[in-house]
């Protein structure tokens, strides 16, 4: 017994000595980042951009809660009061209603993977780079694309998506709720009923405007709805809300063929967020961390109150407006029925360098504001008011800020 442990171990030991050759076989080409010894450090500052916006207290505490198991008895807990979250936000009672995995963009892409199939045709409004990002997606799916273009800047009639329904027979319109990259409100009321006439469902975007616009999503008639979690909710970027109705599931669990993508595939992701009845199946592991952020940003909401929600938003844009007036600034959008209460676009005044502008404000003021995106790019500059940073002392903040830029910045007389 003793010969054969002893051989035993003899045949171990040069196993392991095999093992550890070959696990030191090749030398560190790549050091340790000197950057990594270092502490972070990051800068504070006051996001009136586009978003991503400051994080309430609480939502920022909620970050550094413990981690548990994504699939725990606990977490599912939190899950499910986050979809009631989300069906008070989005003012549905869908059961379908789940948070996607992956920002705002990734949402869209849920939307449009889950119900778009090679030859669909698909109709999507493009006042902006959303729509325009939306034609993107689609025509990659094999759907058949037809863009209603207007000016950035423009919104949407009822007679003129009539005019697009009737010509084009889509199975899906796509709008943008708030436009962020032109700063316009596009109207719902009765565009759900109108695509229901024709047999297309209605997908809205309401990344830049839930929260401080109202929208009603069962009583508007919108099939497909998602938002995001770093504007007005104020939780961190990453992660997206969605809901389908039952039209908008019949559609997706009918399907010819499967989505493109077996990520945002829908019918997995029901199954993981308990949309299917009380069992679960694992699909991917959740970012336990910002689901934590995200429940405690839509409980703020839920305590709050939808609507002082939206009037507080109403409000504090309407003090920003009056000290862009007292400046002498215009408005990029024209008409003030259609301004986005949460993103304000201005008109980069004559003279002046954009960037100029917004680096002043940085670096005097520790106040990010942004220039413009996609069609507006060079045109305008974005000022958010989102959620928690919604507030009258805000806005005085960066109007002082604004009226200093416009005094130092280099302006071409030409």
């Known amino acids: 017994m003793f010969r054969m442990l002893a051989k035993a171990s003899v045949t171990l030991g040069s196993r392991a000595a095999g093992w550890v050759r070959t696990m030191g076989s090749y030398q560190l080409l790549v050091p340790p980042p000197e950057a990594l010894s270092k502490p972070l450090s990051v800068p504070t500052r006051l996001l009136l951009g586009p978003g991503p916006s400051n994080l309430a207290p609480r939502v920022l505490a909620a970050g550094s809660l413990r981690m548990i198991g994504h699939m725990q008895k606990e977490m599912l807990q939190i899950m499910e009061e986050i979809k009631q979250g989300i069906q008070y936000v989005f003012q549905t009672r869908n059961p379908l209603t789940l948070v996607v995995s992956g920002s705002g963009h990734c949402a869209m892409e849920t939307a449009l993977f889950n119900l778009l199939e090679p030859g669909d045709s698909f109709l999507t409004g493009t006042n902006g780079i959303w729509g325009m990002r939306a034609a993107e997606i689609a025509d990659r799916i094999g759907a058949r694309v037809h863009q209603m273009i207007k000016k950035p800047g423009e919104h949407y009639t009822l007679q003129e998506v009539e005019e697009g329904l009737a010509q084009h027979k889509p199975v899906l319109l796509f709008l943008v ?238």
């Open 177 to 414: 709720h708030g436009e962020s990259s032109t700063g316009v409100v596009q109207p719902l009321d009765g565009f759900g009923e109108l695509c229901h006439r024709y047999q297309c469902l209605l997908l809205v975007d309401s990344v830049a405007s839930l929260g401080g616009v109202p929208i009603y999503m069962d009583q508007q008639g919108i099939d497909i709805m998602y938002s995001s979690s770093q504007k007005v909710l104020n939780a961190p970027p990453g992660i997206s809300l969605i809901s389908f109705n039952d039209k908008a599931k019949y559609k997706v669990y009918s399907r010819k063929t499967k989505p493109v993508s077996f990520y945002t595939d829908i019918t997995y992701l029901a199954k993981l967020w308990g949309c299917e009845g009380e069992t679960r199946v694992i699909h991917h592991t959740t970012p336990v961390t910002s689901l934590y952020c995200l429940r405690e940003s839509l409980a703020l909401i839920a305590e709050q109150g939808l609507e002082n929600c939206w009037r507080r938003h109403r409000e504090a844009t309407a003090h920003l407006h009056k000290h862009l007036q007292e400046m002498g600034l215009k408005f990029f959008v024209k008409d003030p029925e259609i301004r986005l209460p949460t993103i304000t676009t201005v008109t980069v005044p004559a003279g002046y360098n954009w960037r100029d502008i917004v680096s002043y404000v940085l670096d005097h003021f520790s106040i990010e504001i942004s220039g413009g995106l996609g069609p507006t790019e060079e045109r305008v500059l974005r000022i958010g008011l989102l959620g928690y940073n919604a507030t009258t002392e805000n806005v005085d903040r960066v109007a002082e800020a604004l009226r200093e830029a416009l005094q130092h910045c280099p302006k071409n007389k030409l």
